[in-house]
């Protein structure tokens, strides 16, 4: 079953959540380590981050520094399939624009449609900190509507040169992203609703969301989602904040809102395991909230979160 199936055919919230792949020469062993740990909880689908090469400096024997491009975290479309294989859950990568030429993209979905993997996240992606502007490879996409008529046509049996396939391969299924607090670059919010509407109308079957910390932002944000005419599920993507200093730093780099009433507790905090524990009840308020009105299925940013996600998971699933 698809992502989307298994959605529409919950009876209840369902649980998700996401893992990164190791770093360079590190093993699977902590992806794993971080789905026994969430396993008890039933995800019903495991997203696999993509990330692109960026620029790196290596000292030369001669002691000058070379510039090499190189990617700190490969291995998505192997531990995808590993995943699927080892847990037989649905393994959901991300395929993105930003350091990726189409031609890399359409041998990704060669792989995993080979692999029998058909669930996939489109993005944009985020651009290389070496770059100033956008992050669009040579002859790579801009967009991820771009990207979305890319996997179109593989799914209408179409390679990039316009050659059709001998046989039609198995169609991906994909989700895009929804951002209740306005993409970064949007100038305003009716535009950014503008383009989400379009990403659903080019074939989107889901939205996840961008974290946030405030459910009425989210709860806005599915309204006016439903005035556009977007009638696909809309899933929320919730972080546990677990250090002091995400209460500046995830404001600026995901330009996100954190609540005063969570700020205010956070700034009580005297340890690190006390912010901890206030991150997991404020997590449980956002899930317990956000599964009582219905929400289609939660998703969890586990990056470094793992165990408030289990605290978090162990009280309302």
């Known amino acids: 079953m698809s992502v989307i199936d298994i959605i529409n055919s919950c009876q209840k919230s369902a649980f998700s959540f996401e893992v990164l792949p190791p770093l360079k020469g590190n093993s699977i062993d902590k992806v794993f380590s971080t789905i026994d740990t969430l396993r008890e909880f039933d995800p019903k689908y495991i997203n696999i981050t993509t990330h692109r090469s960026d620029i790196v400096y290596k000292t030369t024997e001669s002691g000058l520094f070379r510039q090499v491009m190189e990617r700190k975290r490969p291995g998505t479309v192997a531990i995808a399939a590993a995943i699927q294989s080892r847990y037989k859950i649905a393994a959901v990568p991300h395929i993105i624009c930003s350091g990726f030429s189409k031609s890399e993209i359409e041998y990704s979905l060669i792989d995993l449609n080979f692999l029998g993997i058909c669930d996939l996240l489109l993005l944009r992606g985020d651009k290389s900190k070496s770059e100033p502007l956008s992050g669009v490879t040579l002859d790579g996409h801009s967009y991820a509507l771009d990207l979305q008529e ?10 990039l040169d316009g050659s059709p396939m001998d046989r039609l391969p198995n169609s991906f299924s994909y989700g895009v992203a929804g951002y209740p607090e306005k993409h970064e670059e949007a100038p305003n919010l009716e535009s950014d609703m503008h383009w989400l509407k379009a990403k659903v109308d080019a074939g989107a079957d889901y939205i996840v969301t961008q974290m946030f910390f405030d459910n009425s932002k989210f709860f806005d944000f ?17 972080k546990p904040l677990t250090t002091i200093n995400q209460l500046s730093v995830l404001p600026r780099i995901f330009h996100v809102d954190i609540p005063e009433v969570f700020a205010s507790e956070l700034r009580k905090c005297k340890s690190e395991a006390a912010t901890k524990e206030c991150g997991v009840e404020w997590g449980i308020h956002q899930s317990k909230e956000l599964i009582a009105a219905g929400v289609p299925s939660i998703h969890f940013y586990t990056l470094n979160a793992t165990q408030s996600v289990k605290q978090i998971a162990q009280k309302v699933y």
């Open 222 to 238: 599915v309204r006016r989602c439903r005035e556009a005419g977007i009638t696909v599920p809309i899933i929320p993507g919730l």
């Open 150 to 159: 890319q996997v179109n046509r593989y799914n209408q049996g179409f390679f």
